[in-house]
């Protein structure tokens, strides 16, 4: 079982900066495929970006440009760096992990979440 610890969230006013880390422990392999999701009340559970063991990322239009997804695999750690923050960007916000990357990105194509921390970006 693959554990998953997130921190780094808290409150921003717009334009402002935030970076999430996310640790992973247990049975973690190499070449798991790591990823952020983020729910606002009401609305379901979206991808925001993932990152593959060769380092290939995926960010998602809504953040492309603005959010930078990196990682430490030596530490077992991802981050998920966030700049140009806008109200919209309010949410809890979830490390996933699976031991592969699908082709779709999509909440259901991963096993292991996180506990969320929470980002409120006020205007």
């Known amino acids: 079982q693959v554990q998953l610890v997130e921190s780094g969230g808290g409150s921003v006013q717009t334009g402002g900066s935030l970076t999430l880390s996310c640790a992973a422990s247990?049975?973690?392999?190499?070449?798991?495929?790591l990823a952020w999701f983020r729910q606002s009340p009401g609305k379901e559970r979206e991808a925001v970006a993932r990152i593959e063991p060769d380092n290939s990322k995926l960010e998602v239009e809504a953040v492309k440009g603005r959010f930078t997804i990196s990682q430490d695999r030596g530490r077992n750690t991802v981050y998920l760096q966030m700049n140009g923050l806008r109200p919209e960007d309010t949410a809890t916000y979830y490390c996933?992990?699976?031991?592969?990357?699908?082709?779709?990105?999509?909440?259901?194509?991963?096993?292991?979440w996180g506990q969320g921390t929470q980002v409120t970006v006020s205007s």
């Open positions: 247990g049975p973690t392999r190499q070449r798991i495929c």
């Open positions: 996933a992990a699976h031991p592969f990357c699908r082709y779709a990105f999509s909440a259901g194509g991963f096993n292991y």
